[in-house]
């Protein structure tokens, strides 16, 4: 049957067969290969030497992926080769650690001990920083001077530290501190005012500051305070009043005047009013009878010629005598008056909100945009807005101010035109590629496809005339010798024109008549 087609058939078939051998080849190779999976990414040239150093022992199949940084194995064994590399330190990190001593040599000096001991810190303090989310990778150089006897010649330690951020991630000030604080904590005698940290641009995150230099880091400190202060008042008015003018049509700056001094004083305060009596002492004394009389004293008095000389006689004698003592307490209030320091003394908030818009027809029929300022009473409200959220207070001599002026939108247009463009040309990329494909598909199936069809279907329409040429020649003869009968019963005595009654069955049936002469043809060719 095939042998019976065309040129033009019998090639699209080879052709057709050629694409579904080639689609089946190419399938198979790639099925039937080892699939790959990825054991490790984002590794160090050290980790990645020694990882296919340990796969070639293993006599396991490799493949560097992302200019080296990268690992594949066969799916089957990643989980295996993860935990026996992971018990084998791998990857270190960039660095090797604290299992640089599982393995001593015999007679090793202190001076290497000592480079062992530093290099291992070193590893142990990479891997550490490079868990942390933002880090991809670090380096970390410790200089530990020799121990001395006099403390003059004594000198500090010192360290450095390089880190790889991944992407545009940043680190924060307190995540830059932590780091510092982080490699402090594990030297010996190092000072985290001694540790510089830069990123990979050569980017300076941390200065040595000197330690006893409280004066700065409290000045640093109130700083970071202010701006912090400041910052979340602005957020606070900002997203406040974009609720009612729309998003980016309000800016907002504050001004805070912070008192971060710090005062404690002791008052003693004195009611002479309250006073109360604390102790009371009382001393009485009485005296009551008479006096007895009494001569001369000495030896004139013991004379015989004294004797006679009449001597007054005595007379009673009362006394009486009263002491009191009385000690009052004043009333006394002792007071210890602390007061913190950032106290907000003053705050300045100014406010920039767009106005309106209206469109505007021109003569030449072009729509421009009228600007147009908001109004007093708008401008009162907002104003009434921002003080109550801020707090306001006229004591401290507070003030807002609220004004209303026209934004600049060109960058926004620009970047509206140029975010326009972008995804237009997108579109057409886009738009352009399916069209390919569905234009590919037509002409597949248009020029390759719906031919080789039509071809198969012809061809199996073909053989199944074939099929039933014989039956349809013997329906020719059948009808032949029936016609040929009845014109015998009209018309006795008259011959049969046979080639008239052929004529007629052919125009009875041309398409059978059609193939019955194909067929002949094709025999006689035979």
Same mark, same amino acid.
């Given at each position: 049957?095939?042998?019976?087609?065309? %040129?033009?058939?019998?090639?699209?078939?080879?052709?057709?067969?050629?694409?579904?051998?080639?689609?089946?080849?190419?399938?198979?190779?790639?099925?039937?290969?080892?699939?790959?999976? *990825?054991?490790?990414?984002?590794?160090?040239?050290?980790?990645?030497?020694?990882?296919?150093?340990?796969?070639?022992?293993?006599?396991?199949?490799?493949?560097?992926?992302?200019?080296?940084?990268?690992?594949?194995?066969? @799916?089957?064994?990643?989980?295996?080769?993860?935990?026996?590399?992971?018990?084998?330190?791998?990857?270190?990190?960039?660095?090797?650690?604290?299992?640089?001593?599982?393995?001593?040599?015999?007679?090793? !000096?202190?001076?290497?001990?000592?480079?062992?001991?530093?290099?291992?810190?070193?590893?142990?303090?990479?891997?550490?920083?490079?868990?942390?989310?933002?880090?991809?990778?670090?380096?970390?150089?410790?200089?530990?001077?020799?121990?001395?006897?006099?403390?003059?010649?004594?000198?500090?330690?010192?360290?450095?530290?390089?880190?790889?951020?991944?992407?545009?991630?940043? *680190?924060?000030?307190?995540?830059?501190?932590?780091?510092?604080?982080?490699?402090?904590?594990?030297?010996?005698?190092?000072?985290?005012?001694?540790?510089?940290?830069?990123?990979?641009?050569? $980017?300076?995150?941390?200065?040595?500051?000197?330690?006893?230099?409280? +004066?700065?880091?409290?000045?640093?400190?109130?700083?970071?305070?202010?701006?912090?202060?400041?910052?979340?008042?602005?957020?606070?008015?900002?997203?406040?009043?974009?609720?009612?003018?729309?998003?980016?049509?309000?800016?907002?700056?504050?001004? %805070?005047?912070?008192?971060?001094?710090?005062?404690?004083?002791?008052?003693?305060?004195?009611?002479?009013?309250?006073?109360?009596?604390?102790?009371?002492?009382?001393?009485?004394?009485?005296?009551?009878?008479?006096?007895?009389? +009494?001569?001369?004293?000495?030896?004139?008095?013991?004379? /015989?010629?004294? $004797?006679?000389?009449?001597? /007054?006689?005595?007379?009673?004698?009362?006394?009486?005598?009263?002491?009191?003592?009385?000690?009052?307490?004043?009333?006394? @209030?002792?007071?210890?008056?602390?007061?913190?320091?950032?106290?907000?003394?003053?705050?300045?908030?100014?406010?920039?909100?767009?106005?309106?818009?209206?469109?505007?027809?021109?003569?030449?029929?072009?729509?421009?945009?009228?600007?147009?300022?908001?109004?007093?009473?708008?401008? !009162?409200?907002?104003?009434?807005?921002?003080?109550? $959220?801020?707090?306001?207070?006229?004591?401290?001599?507070? +003030?807002?101010?609220?004004?209303?002026?026209?934004?600049?939108?060109?960058?926004? %247009?620009?970047?509206?035109?140029?975010?326009?463009?972008?995804?237009?040309?997108?579109?057409?990329?886009?738009?352009?590629?399916?069209?390919?494909?569905?234009?590919?598909?037509?002409?597949?199936?248009?020029?390759?496809?719906?031919?080789?069809?039509?071809?198969?279907?012809?061809?199996?329409?073909?053989?199944?005339? *074939?099929?039933?040429?014989?039956?349809?020649?013997?329906?020719?003869?059948?009808?032949?010798?029936?016609?040929?009968?009845?014109?015998?019963?009209?018309?006795?005595?008259?011959?049969?024109?046979?080639?008239?009654?052929?004529?007629?069955?052919?125009?009875?049936? /041309?398409?059978? %008549?059609?193939?019955?002469?194909?067929?002949?043809?094709?025999?006689?060719?035979?």
């Amino acid at each position: 049957m095939f042998a019976e087609l065309p %040129a033009g058939k019998k090639v699209a078939i080879a052709a057709f067969g050629l694409l579904v051998l080639a689609g089946i080849l190419v399938a198979s190779y790639f099925s039937g290969g080892e699939e790959y999976s *990825l054991l490790y990414a984002n590794l160090s040239q050290e980790d990645a030497l020694s990882i296919s150093e340990k796969l070639k022992e293993r006599k396991i199949q490799y493949k560097l992926e992302l200019g080296g940084n990268a690992i594949s194995v066969p @799916v089957k064994d990643v989980y295996q080769l993860r935990l026996e590399l992971a018990g084998e330190g791998l990857p270190s990190g960039g660095g090797v650690g604290f299992e640089i001593f599982d393995k001593t040599s015999f007679g090793m !000096t202190e001076f290497v001990q000592k480079l062992n001991y530093r290099r291992a810190l070193q590893g142990e303090l990479q891997r550490t920083i490079n868990s942390i989310g933002a880090v991809q990778s670090s380096r970390v150089h410790i200089s530990i001077p020799t121990k001395s006897l006099f403390d003059e010649d004594k000198q500090k330690a010192t360290a450095s530290v390089v880190l790889k951020l991944k992407g545009n991630k940043k *680190l924060s000030k307190q995540q830059v501190e932590g780091v510092t604080h982080l490699v402090a904590s594990s030297v010996e005698g190092l000072s985290p005012s001694e540790i510089t940290v830069v990123d990979s641009s050569g $980017a300076i995150l941390s200065l040595p500051e000197d330690g006893d230099d409280e +004066a700065t880091k409290l000045s640093n400190k109130q700083m970071d305070y202010r701006k912090n202060y400041e910052s979340e008042i602005e957020k606070r008015v900002r997203t406040m009043l974009e609720k009612a003018v729309g998003t980016g049509k309000a800016i907002v700056r504050v001004s %805070a005047l912070i008192d971060f001094k710090q005062e404690q004083r002791t008052e003693e305060l004195y009611d002479p009013e309250g006073q109360v009596a604390r102790s009371e002492q009382r001393n009485d004394e009485k005296t009551v009878g008479a006096r007895l009389p +009494a001569g001369v004293a000495g030896v004139q008095g013991n004379l /015989p010629e004294s $004797a006679a000389v009449a001597m /007054p006689g005595g007379k009673p004698a009362e006394t009486e005598k009263s002491n009191r003592t009385v000690n009052y307490e004043v009333n006394k @209030v002792v007071k210890t008056i602390f007061e913190p320091g950032a106290l907000v003394k003053k705050l300045s908030v100014a406010v920039m909100v767009d106005g309106k818009y209206k469109e505007v027809k021109g003569q030449d029929g072009k729509v421009s945009r009228d600007f147009q300022h908001i109004s007093a009473e708008e401008k !009162t409200t907002l104003q009434n807005l921002v003080r109550t $959220a801020i707090g306001f207070d006229a004591n401290r001599q507070d +003030a807002v101010t609220v004004e209303s002026m026209q934004f600049d939108e060109t960058p926004v %247009a620009e970047e509206a035109q140029t975010l326009a463009a972008d995804a237009q040309r997108e579109f057409a990329l886009a738009l352009a590629k399916y069209a390919g494909i569905g234009i590919a598909g037509a002409v597949l199936f248009f020029f390759l496809l719906r031919p080789l069809t039509k071809a198969v279907g012809r061809t199996n329409l073909e053989s199944e005339e *074939l099929k039933a040429l014989p039956l349809m020649i013997a329906k020719m003869e059948e009808d032949i010798n029936r016609l040929a009968a009845k014109k015998n019963e009209k018309n006795e005595g008259e011959e049969l024109d046979y080639r008239k009654r052929l004529s007629e069955v052919i125009a009875a049936n /041309p398409e059978q %008549a059609a193939e019955l002469v194909r067929s002949w043809i094709k025999k006689a060719k035979t």
